[in-house]
């Protein structure tokens, strides 16, 4: 069984930077795709940030150009650096990673949760 652990989550103040981590117990060649997604109180779980085995990268439009996204093979981790936080980016930060199979099939595994707080 594959497990994700999260790490890095704080209570930081608008226009701050958090790096959260996601390592994996398994190697990250195994999984076609791994991202972060989030879930705010309230709300739906969404996608925040999603990086290929192959480095493509692809953002939420409400991330880009502060969130990155980044993955370090040696140590099985993903990483997302935040910069410029801002309030409505408070959530539960989720890490995923995901296998794909030809025949449309998938597989995901998540982690527990980190908890992202930014106060104005």
């Known amino acids: 069984q594959v497990q994700l652990v999260e790490s890095g989550g704080d209570l930081v103040q608008a226009g701050g930077s958090l790096r959260l981590s996601c390592a994996a117990s398994?190697?990250?060649?195994?999984?076609?795709?791994m991202g972060w997604h989030r879930q705010a109180s309230g709300k739906q779980r969404e996608l925040v940030a999603a990086?290929?085995?192959?480095?493509?990268?692809n953002y939420a439009d409400s991330v880009k150009g502060r969130f990155t996204i980044s993955r370090d093979n040696a140590k099985n981790t993903v990483y997302l650096q935040m910069n410029s936080l801002k309030p409505e980016d408070t959530a539960v930060y989720y890490c995923n990673a995901r296998i794909s199979w030809v025949d449309g099939r998938k597989r995901d595994y998540w982690g527990q949760g980190t908890q992202v707080t930014v106060s104005s």
């Open positions: 398994a190697s990250i060649f195994s999984f076609n795709t």
């Open positions: 990086i290929t085995s192959a480095g493509a990268t």
